[in-house]
């Protein structure tokens, strides 16, 4: 796992981070809030891994920034602080666990296994388009950052058709088959309806090939970090 750690004290943060990457995770580590922040808005993350009292940005004001711009990522927080609020306030914010110090590395290593099943089991009812965008087979949804996305019938019998056929051309006989039920309708306007659901996304993964069809290319995690 990608794993972010922010952690403001020296000793532990390299036990930490040793101990991880001795399980094999990869760990990318910070001292301050803002720091982190800024390194979540440019990259994806497997888990972040916080303390509560940082320096210029805590550990509950930064899951809270995130929230805001629609980043959310698995979350452990690590903190001395037994103050029930703030255990309240992270679970509110969307933390997956709470770690009290001093703590066994072992036991962060096993709490860190279970999310790691748990994103596992979703990952098969789940078909990842991208490092933001993920498509729910079963509730038959599309979610940007864990949101649901507002869709037509007919861009989500798209996203559906090209979501199947991961890393393979869909014709437009099959988009005329399968979302517009043989209709006789010409090539340009299955382009334009396309074109109209592409402009919504935030983030465009959608491969047009001029004149073929279109594809989603199968993303493989580990190779676009």
């Given at each position: 796992m ?36 800024e390194?979540?808005k440019?990259?994806?993350?497997d888990?972040?891994?916080?303390d ?6 805590s ?8 929230n805001?711009?629609e ?7 690590i ?29 962060l290593?096993l ?31 599309l ?20 979501s ?17 039920n043989?209709e ?24 047009n ?17």
């Amino acid at each position: 796992m990608k794993i972010l750690l922010l952690e403001d004290e020296l000793m532990l943060r390299s036990s930490i981070e040793e101990y991880l990457e001795a399980l094999g995770h990869k760990v990318i580590a910070f001292g301050n809030g803002e720091e982190a922040y800024e390194a979540i808005k440019k990259d994806a993350f497997d888990l972040l891994l916080l303390d509560i009292n940082i320096p210029k940005m805590s550990g509950l004001n930064l899951l809270k920034a995130l929230n805001e711009i629609e980043h959310a990522f698995p979350t452990i927080f690590i903190s001395a602080n037994v103050d029930i609020d703030d255990i309240s306030q992270a679970f509110e914010l969307g933390a997956s666990d709470y770690l009290k110090k001093p703590f066994h590395l072992k036991e962060l290593g096993l709490r860190i296994d279970k999310i790691k099943k748990e994103s596992a089991i979703k990952n098969l009812k789940h078909i990842i388009l991208n490092s933001k965008y993920v498509f729910s087979k079963e509730e038959q949804m599309l979610f940007y950052n864990n949101n649901v996305q507002v869709l037509t019938k007919k861009q989500l019998q798209i996203v559906t058709l090209l979501s199947e056929n991961m890393g393979v051309v869909v014709d437009f006989e099959k988009f005329r088959t399968y979302v517009w039920n043989d209709e006789p309708i010409d090539n340009a306007s299955i382009r334009a309806e396309i074109s109209r659901f592409r402009k919504l996304l935030k983030e465009d993964f959608i491969i047009n090939l001029k004149g073929v069809g279109y594809k989603i290319e199968k993303y493989f995690p580990e190779k676009n970090r």
